[in-house]
């Protein structure tokens, strides 16, 4: 555990750099404290300030970048795809799609301090059609603001998290286990989260297959998409004789018929 500082000093922004970025990619390893780490390094002289904050901003806009492509590319399947590697239930879709309705771009100032909300922004962005200049400018200002804010908090602590960072040290291996604890927590509990949702969706569900067997057997089914209005413009394809209620106007409807077995979508 001694052999930490002396590390980070000499090989400090590789490892920001690639942290950083496996975070952005939708890893579930968040850069918080290393951030913070890189930030009390600076204030006691052994880091660079600007560096830091530099580094962290190239690695996060290079793995949002790639993500941005990728919603352009791929529509709606990256989505689902971001949620399983990030370990964040599909929830995270829907809030970040309505944070996006209401704020467009400025959105992406925030959603990076909030990790389900980051991994799904940077590919709606995409799959919206916004404009790469537009993505740029909003999506590198709030990279900024969450890499600046984390290494400015480590820079104006960095007595104080310096005494915390060398008592810690003294604590040894019960340091390296705690560490590993909390992250192998956090993981787990997010793995916990995900599995939890999927059992909830797995009630009185349908596949495709399953639907057309019925729609073509001539059974009295009424199908109603409930897709994002951001999902609906990116494909406005919906399965024939289906009603478009989205999700959020589900509860104020009436006129949505009891006495017929109702499919419901999103996706």
């Not at 590919?123 to 404009?131: A, D, E």
């Not at 019960?174 to 599995?195: C, D, E, W």
Request: proline share 4%; hydrophobic share 50%; net charge neutral.
């Amino acid at each position: 555990m001694a052999d930490i500082i002396p590390f980070l000093i000499q090989h400090g922004y590789t490892v920001l750099f690639f942290w950083v970025l496996a975070e952005t990619m939708g890893l579930p390893i968040p850069s918080a404290p290393l951030l913070i780490t890189v930030g009390a390094l600076a204030g006691t002289g052994q880091m660079s300030l600007v560096l830091g904050i530099g580094t962290a901003l190239c690695a996060a806009l290079l793995g949002d970048i790639f993500w941005y492509i990728m919603g352009r590319l791929y529509g709606g399947k990256v989505l689902s795809l971001i949620c399983r590697i990030s370990l964040e239930p599909d929830s995270c879709v829907r809030r970040t799609e309505n944070i996006f309705a209401r704020y467009g771009a400025r959105a992406l100032l925030v959603t990076k301090f909030f990790p389900g909300l980051s991994a799904v922004s940077t590919p709606l962005s995409g799959i919206t059609g916004m404009r790469v200049s537009r993505f740029l400018l909003f999506d590198g200002m709030g990279m900024l603001l969450w890499a600046g804010a984390y290494v400015l908090f480590g820079f104006v602590f960095s007595e104080e998290l310096d005494r915390a960072l060398a008592y810690a040290l003294g604590m040894g291996r019960t340091l390296f286990v705690l560490v590993v604890g909390v992250l192998s927590f956090y993981i787990l509990r997010k793995y916990v989260m995900r599995r939890r949702f999927l059992r909830q969706l797995s009630v009185a569900r349908i596949t495709p297959e399953e639907l057309k067997q019925k729609l073509d057997a001539g059974e009295d089914i009424l199908i109603i998409d409930v897709r994002h209005s951001l999902d609906f413009e990116a494909d406005p394809d919906v399965i024939p004789g289906a009603l478009r209620i989205p999700f959020e106007q589900m509860e104020g409807q009436s006129d949505v018929p009891t006495d017929r077995e109702i499919v419901v979508y999103c996706t």
